[in-house]
């Protein structure tokens, strides 16, 4: 158990349809990241928070947006669902600001499935 | 632009012969080098890591080597275990600290 927690672990809904991802990292951590998986993909870095600021950004598309509150929690929002959006996602955790030298703690993942 | 890759999307090897893992990126400013490993509907765990300013880091079974001229990493593991059968990861951080994953390549430890 990495101690860092994702809802929902499935999902499944309809092309052009919105949904939010949910992750709490692990207690003590500060940083959230967000990684899609797609089929025979790697791990696609999506985007960064540290302490409720965007840290960094990766391939993350325009329909999609996340945010970390205060509580450290962090939710991803994929809207106007596209097929090519089933994936995995999972989210990260780390104490550090910087990932590099640190591990990322992974929760267990989201799959989305868009039907 | 794929900056980190695993040319090999999976290896076969029996039981307690070495398992070679590769890894090769074209960014010169990574600095950081780590290798996760993930078991099916678990997310990935961090395996080892190796800075740039090292050419070899071991721990137990596990040694990672870094190859900077060739801009190529290896994951050795030996004696290979039925239990290291997983999908591995080759990840690389550079002053931004955010990690670029490679593809990752399926391992199966043959008993």
């Known amino acids: 158990d990495s101690g860092v927690t994702q809802t929902p672990k499935h999902l499944i809904t309809a092309t052009g349809q919105r949904v939010t991802l949910r992750c709490s990292p692990r207690?003590?951590?500060?940083?959230v990241y967000w990684y899609q998986q797609s089929l025979d993909q790697g791990l696609q870095f999506l985007i960064q928070y540290y302490n409720g600021e965007e840290r960094a950004k990766g391939n993350i598309l325009e329909r999609f947006s996340a945010q970390q509150f205060p509580d450290l929690h962090s939710e991803l929002n994929l809207s106007s669902l596209e097929l090519g959006d089933s994936a995995l996602y999972f989210c990260a955790s780390s104490v550090a600001s910087s990932g590099g030298s640190g591990e990322l703690f992974f929760g267990e993942g989201s799959r989305l499935t868009v039907l | 632009d794929q900056q980190v890759k695993q040319n090999s999307p999976s290896l076969s090897v029996q039981e307690g012969r070495i398992s070679i893992l590769n890894c090769d990126y074209t960014n010169s400013m990574f600095d950081y080098f780590l290798w996760y490993k993930k078991y099916p509907a678990e997310g990935p765990t961090f395996l080892i890591s190796?800075?740039?300013?090292?050419d070899k880091n071991e721990d137990g079974r596990f040694t990672v080597f870094l190859n900077k001229s060739a801009k190529h990493l290896s994951l050795h593991i030996v004696p290979s275990q039925p239990g290291d059968s997983a999908v591995y990861f080759c990840?690389?951080?550079?002053?931004?600290?955010?990690?670029?994953f490679g593809q990752g390549t399926i391992l199966t430890v043959h008993p």
């Open positions: 990840a690389a951080s550079a002053w931004d600290g955010k990690l670029t």
């Open positions: 207690s003590g951590d500060l940083s």
């Open positions: 190796i800075s740039s300013i090292k």
